[in-house]
């Protein structure tokens, strides 16, 4: 038969199996660690240790958003809201002691979808501006990855959240181009993608005009008459 008794000089457990002989034990303690960081819907991987105690151990993990989990040491776990939440680990040892320990996980929102203003028409070889901005509703700093359509993509820098961000850009064909556009913050959380659609038609010699007037004029003489009357 065994007896448990806490040594009271040394803060540890003496175990006494018959009469002949005791095994001093550390009382049980658990370290949770952290706290932990990650991106809504992101697996997190916790981590534990135990010291003292009589093994084997059972774990608890409350992760703060209403889900547990149980007999693992070492789980993941994933958030479906931003917030920072209370995690608490409990461990139970063979002969039902308790130890507890409490850290947090703070889980960061992604930015919303960027909005894009600026030409949604125009002529090939031009350089146009146009407005990127995107808000995080955690406030924190973004930039922008913006893919032009054609073959260029670029990476902006990193710009207080719900500020206008401009950028410039020259199309050399004639065609319809999507701007695509997605917001990182600063812990790489990434939102949905922007969009804006651009027309770049051909951008003709500035003597076709002159052409077009000869072919009018040759179709039409009564519009030479009137042209030559304004001229007088």
């Given amino acids: 038969m065994k007896i448990y008794r806490k040594c009271l000089a040394a803060g540890i457990i003496i175990i006494f199996v018959g009469a002949s002989f005791g095994v001093c034990v550390e009382p049980l303690s658990c ?3 952290g706290p932990y960081e990650g991106n809504i819907m992101e697996d997190i991987e916790f981590d534990s240790t135990v010291t003292g105690g009589i093994p084997p151990y059972e774990y608890l993990w409350d992760y703060g ?3 547990t989990s149980s007999g693992d040491p070492h789980p993941t776990h994933n958030y479906a809201n931003a917030g920072n939440y209370t995690v608490i680990l409990t461990v139970t040892d063979s002969v039902n002691d308790t130890a507890s320990d409490t850290t947090w996980a703070y889980i960061n929102a992604p930015p919303n979808a960027p909005l894009i203003t600026g030409r949604t028409n125009g002529e090939t070889g031009k ?3 146009y407005t990127f901005n995107a808000t995080d509703l955690d406030g924190d700093d973004v930039k ?3 893919s032009w359509g054609d073959t260029n993509a ?5 710009n207080a959240s719900g500020i206008d961000v401009m950028v410039k850009h020259t199309w050399d064909e004639e065609g319809t181009y999507n701007i695509t556009t997605k917001a990182q913050d600063i812990y790489g959380a990434e939102g949905p993608e922007g969009k804006l659609t651009v027309t770049m038609p051909k951008n003709k010699p500035f003597n ?3 052409k077009l ?3 009018l004029l040759e179709r039409f003489p009564l519009l030479e008459r009137l ?6």
Avoid at 227 to 232: C, D, N, Y
């Fill in 144 to 146: 922008y990855f913006i």
């Fill in 65 to 67: 958003d209403g889900n």
């Fill in 127 to 129: 350089e146009y501006e």
């Fill in 31 to 33: 370290d949770a660690y």
């Fill in 213 to 215: 007037l000869g072919w």
């Fill in 154 to 158: 670029e990476w902006t820098d990193f």
């Fill in 208 to 210: 076709s005009n002159f």
């Fill in 227 to 232: 042209l030559t009357l304004i001229r007088v």
